[in-house]
């Protein structure tokens, strides 16, 4: 098993910018295809950006696409999610969750961390 620890939310302006990391622990990093997921209140959680094993391979949500850059040092065991020109809607709870599969979906993660709360003011 590995286990999550995300940080690095807070609150921002609209446009700026935040870093937010995964520190994983317990089994290799790299056994695991990784994502950052966000749930909006009273909305469901969807899919930020996902990366592969060893970051060959990464996908992005259209709303996030070209302002947010997922990476992962596997070396540190940490996944990041670097998020600019950050909007009022990109404000959410974030999670970070891995899986020894792959996928798009959370239904695919079977691995999560608690979640770090992101906020963008107007």
């Known amino acids: 098993q590995v286990q999550l620890v995300e940080s690095g939310g807070g609150l921002v302006q609209a446009g700026g910018s935040l870093r937010l990391s995964c520190a994983g622990s317990?089994?290799?990093?790299?056994?695991?295809?990784m994502a950052w997921f966000r749930q909006a209140p009273g909305k469901e959680r969807e899919t930020v950006a996902t990366?592969?094993?060893?970051?060959?391979?990464?996908l992005y949500a259209d709303s996030v696409k070209g302002r947010f850059a997922i990476s992962r040092d596997n070396a540190k065991a940490t996944m990041y999610l670097q998020m600019n020109t950050l909007k009022p809607e990109d404000t959410a709870v974030y999670y970070c969750?891995?899986?020894?599969?792959?996928?798009?979906?959370?239904?695919?993660?079977?691995?999560w961390g608690q979640g770090t709360q992101v906020t963008v003011s107007s």
């Open positions: 969750a891995a899986t020894a599969g792959s996928g798009w979906s959370s239904r695919d993660y079977g691995y």
């Open positions: 317990g089994r290799p990093f790299s056994n695991y295809h």
């Open positions: 990366i592969s094993r060893y970051g060959a391979s990464i």
